[in-house]
């Protein structure tokens, strides 16, 4: 069973906090995401990561930063967070082999429900 | 890049009747449809998936059609029921230099009345 999780279910920080979210995942899969999910506009892409150390923007990705040094692990970092950040934040994983075309499930985390004062 | 429209953003039907959700994507390179469900206060799961090779495919209720000319999707769910209520997301996956990038609609909220 695929096992995704997030450090944190609640967190609440203030304006210009430095925010790190993270996410782990069990399953050795190649490719991991970050969304925002916000009411009405469904689940956004700020960044994703098809191995280790490689990155790639997604469609929102300014005033965020990730960092993935193992392969289980996508951080998410909110360098100054800002009240236009509150959000829930999901994170995803799924398998394909890097360097090899491939299409794959997504098995998302519980999500992370940042708000920032 | 890749957008994704789904409509409707809200759908109530009866218990017992049909329920269809359709998507379009602008990005002919997107091979790969998935669609997910999301029930209140949970993690978005998988429910079915199409590939772009496949018109058709159907799990015991639930089923999706792909027109990859018109550019569209759609999910059709028969005989509704109660458990049924939930937000449906689409969505449409570009494989692009071994990695996946994924986009997804604005959501559907299914209201199942009993």
């Known amino acids: 069973d695929v096992k995704v999780t997030q450090s944190s279910r609640y967190l609440v920080k203030r304006t210009g906090e430095k925010v790190f979210l993270e996410c782990v995942q069990d399953m050795d899969h190649e490719n991991m995401f970050w969304y925002r999910q916000d009411p009405g506009l469904g689940l956004r892409l700020i960044y994703f990561?098809?191995?280790?150390?490689?990155?790639e923007k997604g469609d929102i990705p300014e005033g965020y930063s990730v960092s993935r040094e193992k392969k289980e692990r996508f951080s998410l970092i909110l360098e100054s967070a800002s009240t236009n950040q509150t959000s829930m934040y999901l994170c995803?994983?799924?398998?394909?082999?890097?360097?090899?075309?491939?299409?794959?499930?997504?098995?998302f985390g519980p999500g992370t429900r940042l708000t920032v004062l | 890049g890749e957008n994704v429209e789904q409509h409707p953003s809200t759908l109530s039907v009866q218990e017992g009747d049909s329920a269809v959700i359709k998507c379009t994507y602008s990005d002919s390179a997107s091979n790969y449809f998935p669609w997910y469900k999301q029930e209140l206060g949970k993690r978005p799961q998988l429910i079915i998936d199409i590939r772009s090779n496949v018109g058709e495919k159907k799990d015991q209720r639930i089923a999706v059609t792909l027109n990859k000319t018109a550019k569209h999707f759609s999910l059709h769910i028969t005989e509704t029921q109660p458990e049924d209520s939930a937000v449906y997301f689409c969505a449409a996956s570009i494989d692009r230099w071994g990695y996946q990038k994924v986009t997804f609609g604005t959501g559907t909220k299914l209201q199942v009345i009993p």
């Open positions: 990561s098809y191995d280790v150390k490689m990155k």
């Open positions: 995803a994983s799924s398998g394909g082999l890097a360097g090899v075309s491939s299409t794959d499930t997504q098995y």
